[in-house]
C-alpha cells in the first residue's frame, strides 16, 4: 500500500472526528443528568411518589415529570450554548465555562418561571441538583479529554492542517504543534509564499508542496481540513480574501497566527471596526483586586496545608535531623518581587559545605539544564535522606512559611540566586513583577529537563497571563509531576 493511499484512508477515518465525538458526549451528557436528577429525586423524596403543586393551573405534577423535563431542558441549554461545539472541545477551559454558563442560565431561568407561577418546587430537590449537575458533567468531560489527548498523540481525532507562510514562520508554527499534540493540529504540508520552495521544511518531516497557488492540491493530496497562516507579509489583503472565499464552508477551516505570541487567551479579544478584525490585548495588571485575591488565596491554602502536612513536617525534620548533614533547616538568599532580597527556607539535603564545594563542580560534565541555572544528576553533594527528598520535592515544604510571610507565592517564577540575577537579558526581570513561587510553570513543565530560554519564556508567560483559575490548574499538575518526578533531581 502506497504511503499516499495510506494517508488518506486515515484521513477519512477522522475526517468526521468531530461528528462523532459530539455524539459520544451527547450520550454521555445525558447518562450524567439522567444519574443526577433522578438520584436526587430519589434521594430526596425516596422511592414515594411525590407531586408538584401549580397554584396558578390548579394542577399537580409529579416530580418524576419534572425530572425529565429538567433533563431535556438541561440537555437542550447544552447544546444551544455550544458546549459540545469543535472549537472548544479538547483545549482550555472554555468547554468547562460553557458547560457552567449554561446550567445557571437554565437554572435563573426556571426560578424566574416558578416565581411568576408560584411554583413551590423543594428547594433541596433543586439545590442538590444543580451543583452535582454541573460538577459531574465537568468530570465526564474531563475524563472524555484524557482519552481524546490520548487520541490524538497517535493522530487520530485531530485537524490535519496544511501551513502557508514563509519557511521560517511555518517551521516554527510546525515545531510548536508537534509538542502540543493534545491540542489537535497534526501538520501535513505546506506552501511557502516566499524565498527558495525546498522539498521539507527545516526539520525534515513537514513535505512543502508548493506556493500560496498550490495550497488547494495541498489540501486534496493530504485530505486537510484546516488552513493556518503563519505569516501574512506576503499575501496581500485582496488575495487574503479570495483564499478564504476559496475554503469549502463547513469542511475547510482558516486559522490567523499572529505575531504576538505567549499572550493568554482572556487577554484577548476580537472587534470587528469597518470589516477589520481588530485585535485587543489586554495589558498585564499586577495592582488592586488581582493582588488581593491572589494573596488571599496564598494565606488560606497556605495556612491550610501546613495544617494538614504538620505531622510529615515533623517527620521530614527528624529524618534530616538523625541524617546528620547539619541544621534542619537551609535558608539561602534569593531575589523576589520587585528584585527584594528574601531568605528562602527549605530543608536541608546537601551536606553543610554544599556551597563551599559548588566551584569544583562547576565544570563537571554531569552538569545539565542550563547555561544560567546550575542543576547536575547524582551530585555528591546530595546526603541519603536529601536524595528522598528531592525525588518528590519534598525539601521545597518550608517554602509554604514563606508564603505566609508574604516573600513567596504558592505558584509563580522559580526565586532566582543573586549570581543568576546578574546573568539575566533585560527582559528576564519582568519575572519579577510578581511573587517568586513555590511551584509555577517551570516546575510543572520539565523542571530541570527545560533550556534556559524555555525556562525564561514560561516564566514570563505566567507573569503576563496569570489567573486564579490557572494557579488552580498548575497546582493541580504540580501535583502529578511530583509523582512522575520528571526533572527532579
Known amino acids: 500500500m502506497s504511503n499516499t493511499t495510506r494517508t488518506r484512508k486515515v484521513a477519512n477515518r477522522t475526517q468526521d472526528w468531530h461528528a462523532i465525538y459530539s455524539a459520544r458526549l451527547t450520550l454521555t451528557d445525558l447518562l450524567v443528568l439522567i444519574w443526577v436528577v433522578?438520584?436526587?429525586?430519589?434521594?430526596?423524596?425516596?422511592?414515594?411518589?411525590?407531586?408538584?403543586?401549580?397554584?396558578?393551573?390548579?394542577?399537580?405534577?409529579?416530580?418524576?415529570?419534572?425530572?425529565?423535563?429538567?433533563?431535556?431542558?438541561?440537555?437542550?441549554?447544552?447544546?444551544?450554548?455550544?458546549?459540545?461545539?469543535?472549537?472548544?472541545?479538547?483545549?482550555?477551559?472554555?468547554?468547562?465555562?460553557?458547560?457552567?454558563?449554561?446550567?445557571?442560565?437554565?437554572?435563573?431561568?426556571l426560578a424566574i418561571v416558578a416565581y411568576l407561577f408560584k411554583v413551590d418546587v423543594a428547594r433541596g430537590y433543586i439545590l442538590l441538583a444543580f451543583p452535582l449537575g454541573i460538577v459531574v458533567l465537568i468530570f465526564s468531560r474531563w475524563m472524555w479529554r484524557q482519552w481524546l489527548v490520548a487520541q490524538r498523540s497517535r493522530g487520530q481525532f485531530t485537524s490535519r492542517v496544511i501551513l502557508i507562510g514563509t519557511q521560517e514562520s511555518s517551521a516554527r508554527i510546525a515545531d510548536e504543534l508537534r509538542t502540543r499534540l493534545g491540542a489537535g493540529y497534526l501538520v501535513v504540508g505546506a506552501c511557502v509564499t516566499s524565498g527558495e520552495v525546498s522539498a521539507y521544511l527545516s526539520g525534515g518531516t513537514v513535505p512543502v508542496v508548493g506556493d500560496i497557488d498550490d495550497m488547494h492540491t495541498a489540501l486534496d493530496s493530504f485530505n486537510a481540513d484546516t488552513v493556518i497562516i503563519t505569516s501574512s507579509d506576503d499575501i496581500s489583503p485582496t488575495r487574503m480574501r479570495e483564499l478564504s472565499w476559496s475554503l469549502e464552508p463547513g469542511r475547510h477551516h482558516l486559522i490567523m497566527v499572529p505575531r504576538l505570541i505567549d499572550v493568554g487567551g482572556p487577554r484577548i479579544h476580537t472587534r470587528p471596526v469597518a470589516g477589520l478584525p481588530l485585535i485587543h490585548v489586554e495589558t498585564p495588571r499586577y495592582e488592586g483586586h488581582t493582588l488581593f485575591t491572589k494573596r488571599a488565596f496564598d494565606i488560606i491554602v497556605a495556612a491550610l496545608l501546613i495544617a494538614l502536612l504538620s505531622p510529615a513536617l515533623a517527620a521530614i525534620a527528624l529524618a534530616v535531623r538523625l541524617s546528620g548533614a547539619g541544621p534542619v533547616f537551609f535558608s539561602q538568599q534569593r531575589v523576589g518581587h520587585n528584585g527584594t532580597r528574601f531568605k528562602m527556607l527549605k530543608f536541608r539535603s546537601m551536606?553543610?559545605?554544599?556551597?563551599?564545594?559548588?566551584?569544583?563542580?562547576?565544570?563537571?560534565?554531569?552538569?545539565?539544564?542550563?547555561?544560567?541555572?546550575?542543576?547536575?544528576?547524582?551530585?555528591?553533594?546530595?546526603?541519603?535522606?536529601?536524595?528522598?527528598?528531592?525525588?518528590?520535592?519534598?525539601?521545597?515544604?518550608?517554602?509554604?512559611?514563606?508564603?505566609?510571610a508574604g516573600t513567596m507565592s504558592l505558584v509563580g517564577p522559580r526565586p532566582p540566586l543573586e549570581t543568576e540575577v546578574s546573568e539575566y537579558e533585560l527582559h528576564v526581570h519582568r519575572r519579577f513583577l510578581v511573587k517568586?513561587?513555590?511551584?509555577?510553570?517551570?516546575?510543572?513543565?520539565?523542571?530541570?529537563?527545560?533550556?534556559?530560554?524555555?525556562?525564561?519564556?514560561?516564566?514570563?508567560?505566567?507573569?503576563?497571563?496569570?489567573?486564579?483559575?490557572?494557579?488552580?490548574?498548575?497546582?493541580?499538575?504540580?501535583?502529578?509531576?511530583?509523582?512522575?518526578?520528571?526533572?527532579?533531581?
Open 38 to 109: 433522578f438520584g436526587v429525586q430519589i434521594t430526596w423524596f425516596g422511592f414515594d411518589s411525590a407531586n408538584l403543586a401549580v397554584p396558578s393551573a390548579d394542577l399537580a405534577v409529579s416530580y418524576t415529570s419534572v425530572s425529565v423535563i429538567l433533563i431535556a431542558s438541561w440537555m437542550a441549554a447544552l447544546t444551544i450554548y455550544g458546549t459540545r461545539n469543535d472549537r472548544v472541545l479538547g483545549t482550555g477551559f472554555d468547554e468547562y465555562k460553557l458547560i457552567a454558563g449554561a446550567s445557571i442560565r437554565l437554572f435563573g431561568m
Open 436 to 489: 517568586p513561587g513555590v511551584t509555577g510553570l517551570w516546575q510543572v513543565s520539565g523542571r530541570s529537563n527545560l533550556t534556559w530560554n524555555e525556562t525564561v519564556r514560561l516564566d514570563l508567560y505566567y507573569v503576563e497571563n496569570w489567573s486564579l483559575t490557572g494557579d488552580l490548574v498548575i497546582l493541580w499538575r504540580t501535583t502529578k509531576a511530583v509523582l512522575a518526578r520528571d526533572g527532579a533531581f
Open 351 to 404: 551536606v553543610a559545605d554544599a556551597e563551599a564545594r559548588l566551584a569544583g563542580l562547576q565544570d563537571t560534565p554531569r552538569v545539565v539544564g542550563n547555561t544560567v541555572m546550575f542543576k547536575m544528576q547524582n551530585d555528591p553533594r546530595v546526603t541519603r535522606a536529601g536524595r528522598f527528598l528531592r525525588r518528590y520535592s519534598l525539601d521545597e515544604l518550608p517554602q509554604l512559611f514563606n508564603v505566609l
